[in-house]
């Protein structure tokens, strides 16, 4: 998705913290999550979200460049902004469970990860419907993480008028369950619960419409929404 929003492909390089370059010891460049993009458009098209019929890399020639622009005020300062597609970036909090130790009272899985992962595309892996609030990957650990990043009242004042003259819906596929294999039923009632609640933050007579998007053969974990 990056390649697609060049500007927020290279916040994740210059505004990285990360210690160094090495992936096997998870250093490579990415942004600090939870982490709101304004202004970023999606230069290129070819990416519809699915593993089956991406297009080429090509420049989108009718992209506005002003016509988008919006008036805001952060920390008192005016500013326009694009407000086409506001960029949000946080991740759940299921990042190799699989190849966890477990959690009290979960059954056992006794097999590799790769065994793991493979019951997990299925939605057979037991662990994928953790609720004891001590589990690190629990339900209740994700309607947290879905919320802590999408309530309004979790950022700074001075930018909230900005995101609330922006921000009108947001827009996700599988959360929590692409590349950490977790449950697609169990996290779209985490959405759905978890966005009620953020919803209400973002002031009376704001609606924030949560628009979800299913997908035959997502990028990652492909076909875990048909189940």
């Known amino acids: 998705l990056m390649t697609y929003m060049p500007e927020v492909f290279l916040l994740a390089f210059f505004l990285s913290e990360s210690p160094g370059t090495n992936p ?20 290129f098209d070819g990416l519809d979200g699915t593993a089956r019929f991406n297009l080429p890399l090509k420049k989108n020639p009718s992209l506005p460049m002003t016509t988008d ?24 909090e299921n990042q190799d469970f699989e190849i966890s130790d477990g959690c009290a009272n979960l059954p056992s899985v006794d097999c590799d990860r790769g065994c793991r992962t493979r019951l997990a595309r299925e ?39 900005a995101l609330k003259s922006i921000v009108k819906s947001m827009g996700t596929g599988p959360f929590g369950s692409g590349l950490w294999w977790g449950d697609s039923q169990v996290f779209a009632l985490v959405m759905l619960i978890a966005h009620t609640a953020t919803a209400q933050t973002w002031g009376k007579g704001a609606d924030l419409p949560l628009d ?16």
Request: hydrophobic share 35%; charged share 15%.
């Open 123 to 161: 939605n057979r892996n037991p662990w994928q419907r953790a609720v004891e609030p001590s589990c690190p990957y629990s339900f209740g650990n994700q309607v947290r993480a879905w919320y802590a990043s999408t309530a309004l009242t979790s950022y700074s004042e001075q930018i909230r008028p």
């Open 24 to 43: 096997q010891l998870r250093h490579t460049p990415q942004l600090r999550q939870p982490s709101w993009i304004l202004g970023a458009r999606k230069i």
């Open 69 to 92: 622009l919006v008036d805001v005020t952060i920390d008192g300062k005016a500013m326009k902004v694009s407000g086409s597609q506001p960029f949000l970036a946080f991740m759940s």
């Open 212 to 227: 979800y998007y299913i997908y035959s053969a997502f990028t990652e974990n492909p076909g875990n929404q048909c189940f």
